[in-house]
């Protein structure tokens, strides 16, 4: 922007001496100042569009970062109470990956994220156990509802769908306000048709249309194949 101004000034300066030594012409002149002076405005407004958008692209990460931090925050603050004054109780599955811990250091935040960062990368039995260790220290914790769940998604994904049934039913019994419910739902649906139980599929379906008719996971239930 600076250089632009500067660049205004310059062929204005330029200009300006030329026609004060020059003697007058008998024919007017292009006005060569005008085009110029056009030209640069109208870099100057793209410029201008450029760094708005940018600025609002900055503003937009700004807001993600401090959502992310926040959410962060809370996993550092345990709740006074668990959700609808249920306190769940886990007990091991038998899902072939070991006993799960029930002694570990670190902080809520720092065992959800590595639960989360094994699950992200795939490592799905290794996220399990630190899942399961989350909700067995952390069981009021404002994210015991999603450690269940990516704990189920986690039996999902290696098609365990037996197992990955009760425990995406814990999601909804053990944390009704749970914010994956819908979810955890539509999982359950998927599951039991992988199961071949199109009975059990089609009432999840249902339960999901009627407890939550305008979430995404209805829409998407939706386009499931039911026979």
Same mark, same amino acid.
């Given at each position: 922007m600076t250089s632009l101004i500067y660049r205004i000034l310059i062929?204005?300066?330029v200009l300006g001496l030329s026609t004060a030594c020059a003697p007058l012409p008998?024919?007017?002149? %292009?006005?060569n100042l005008t085009v110029e002076m056009r030209r640069l405005q109208s870099s100057m407004n793209s410029q201008q569009q450029t760094v708005q958008n940018l600025t609002r692209q900055i503003a937009?990460?700004?807001n993600q970062v401090q959502q992310q931090a926040q959410e962060i925050a809370q996993l550092s603050k %345990?709740?006074?109470?668990?959700?609808a004054g249920y306190q769940p109780t886990r007990t091991p599955q038998g899902s072939g990956v070991g006993t799960i811990p029930?002694?570990?250091?670190? *902080? %809520?935040?720092?065992?959800?994220?590595?639960? /989360?960062? &094994?699950?992200?990368s795939g490592r799905y039995?290794?996220?399990?156990?630190g899942f399961?260790?989350?909700?067995?220290?952390? %069981?009021?914790?404002?994210?015991? *509802?999603?450690?269940? /769940?990516?704990?189920? &998604?986690?039996? /999902?994904?290696?098609?365990?769908?037996?197992?990955a049934i009760p425990e995406f039913e814990r999601v909804l019994n053990d944390y009704p306000s749970a914010p994956k419910s819908p979810d955890a739902l539509?999982?359950?649906?998927?599951?039991?048709?992988?199961?071949?139980?199109t009975d059990e599929a089609r009432q999840a379906v249902d339960t999901l249309s009627q407890r939550y008719p305008k979430s995404t996971a209805t829409q998407k239930a939706q386009e499931l194949a039911i026979p």
């Open positions: 062929i204005a300066t008998t024919t007017p002149a %292009p006005n937009k990460l700004e %345990p709740r006074k109470q668990t959700q029930t002694q570990g250091e670190g *902080s %809520p935040t720092e065992v959800y994220l590595q639960a /989360f960062g &094994d699950y992200a039995q290794t996220a399990t156990h399961e260790t989350f909700l067995q220290r952390f %069981p009021n914790n404002s994210y015991a *509802s999603n450690a269940q /769940f990516w704990l189920s &998604d986690c039996y /999902f994904n290696q098609q365990q769908y037996a197992l539509l999982k359950i649906a998927i599951a039991q048709l992988q199961l071949g139980a």
